[in-house]
């Protein structure tokens, strides 16, 4: 049994046993400082989550799409000024190819503010409509080439980063359980763990690779007796098994976590690792171009987890850890696209952005252009654009005929 699983049994024994910590006779003797409070197993909303949401009040509908636009703008702000859908009917029905939701953990970390995240890009693009225009490198637009909608937040526990790893899950897994693609939206990098347990739910334990851009390993272990948070999911996923260890690759790592200890567990368990000091010494192009190969030389589905704060803080200062000396998004934009069109993409989530440290706006819109370098990916694989390298004629070369 693993450390997670044992840690969600104890607390849901403790919990049903007693709401209140002094009924627990396993408590006797123990000092009272030293108590902890349960959960009241008799409040009827202790588990908002147990319907992902509430269809009782929906008017009867056709299952598809939800226009929200008005007069060429979005009367409801979306993800992009995305269509909205609710339901995985929804889902089937128009064939939809991404499904994002938000996502807003952040209590995974000390810092407040990433919970933030999923409505500070909702409100991004006041025109909600600059995306419909094609990629300037690659002549492809997402919008036009794929069924892409906002399917909502999901319910959270704000008061618990453990209470809210199910639902997330239970939400990827839902999307993933259609066909499309769930991109999430956070919220801290606790969210790794349900996001890729949730398409491992779906494609099957050991069949999905990762690659983790990040600043940080994130695979610390027990912290304050917390077998979650920003720091762990990497760890959780590995020791639970639902990603092999050599099936996790890390990129843009630097400053001063890991230590000596975490590079021997990634060693240990077989991870290929990426880091600053690497790129620094052999050029972004040569790994870039390692990290590509190592993509392919996997199992068949991918998953990308997108930290930030593996940009550098000039780009992304409104981050709950930023770290020096980072990657640029001249170096991030192209290996995103080429890594979204060259695999089996099964999810994709964006983390830790915290608009309450953004004051110049610079990581919100630098976040909404990393996810649109993902979604520009798949949307060239789905047209059959996987040449590596793959550039525009028509925007690359001036003086040629125009391209047939």
């Given amino acids: 049994m693993t450390k997670l699983m044992h840690w969600i049994g104890v607390t849901a024994l403790l919990a049903a046993n007693s709401p209140i910590a002094a009924q627990n006779t396993d408590m006797a003797g123990v000092d009272p400082a030293d108590e902890v409070i349960y959960l009241d197993v008799t409040d009827e909303y202790r ?39 609710l339901t995985p009917e929804d889902l089937r029905a128009a064939k939809v190819d991404v499904a994002m939701f938000g996502a807003p953990i952040d209590m995974g970390y000390g810092w407040r503010g990433a919970g933030e995240g999923p409505a500070a890009l909702r409100g991004q693009l006041r025109g909600g409509s600059a995306s419909v225009l094609p990629h300037m490198h690659v002549g ?29 899950r239970k939400m990827v897994r839902e999307i993933a359980e259609t066909g499309a693609i769930p991109v999430i939206i956070g919220g801290d990098h606790s969210l790794e763990y349900p996001n890729v347990a949730g398409v491992a739910d779906v494609y099957g334990k050991g069949n999905v690779g990762v690659i983790h851009f990040d600043a940080h390993f994130d695979a610390g272990d027990v912290r304050g007796g917390h077998l979650i948070s920003h720091a762990q999911p990497v760890r959780r ?29 990634m060693r240990e368990n077989n991870m290929r690792y990426h880091t600053m000091a690497e790129i620094e010494r052999d050029g972004w192009d040569v790994v870039m171009d390692r990290i590509l190969n190592e993509a392919l030389d996997g199992p068949e589905y991918l998953y990308i987890s997108f930290d930030i704060d593996v940009l550098d803080p000039a780009y992304t200062p409104g981050t709950g850890t930023p770290v020096a000396a980072g990657l640029t998004p001249r170096e991030v934009f192209p290996l995103l696209r080429t890594l979204c069109s060259e695999n089996s993409l099964v999810g994709f989530d964006l983390v830790e952005l915290n608009p309450l440290l953004d004051p110049g706006y610079t990581t919100v819109m630098n976040s909404g252009y990393i996810v649109q370098e993902c979604m520009t990916g798949i949307a060239m694989r789905k047209a059959g654009i996987v040449e ?17």
Avoid: C
């Fill in 47 to 85: 588990d908002p989550w147990s319907a992902l949401r509430n269809t009782e009040a929906d008017a009867e509908r056709e299952p598809g799409l939800i226009q929200i636009g008005r007069l060429g703008r979005p009367g409801v702000r979306s993800l992009f000024g995305l269509p909205v859908a």
């Fill in 140 to 168: 492809v637009a997402w919008r036009r080439e794929l069924v892409a909608v906002d399917y909502g937040n999901a319910p959270i526990d704000i008061l618990s980063v453990e209470r809210s790893m199910p639902p997330v």
């Fill in 237 to 265: 996923l590995v020791d639970d098994g639902h990603v092999l260890g050599k099936n996790f690759i890390q990129v843009g790592l630097r400053g001063y976590w890991p230590g000596e200890e975490g590079f021997k567990w």
């Fill in 388 to 404: 590596r390298g793959y550039l525009s004629p028509l925007t690359t070369e001036d003086n040629e005929p125009d391209p047939e």
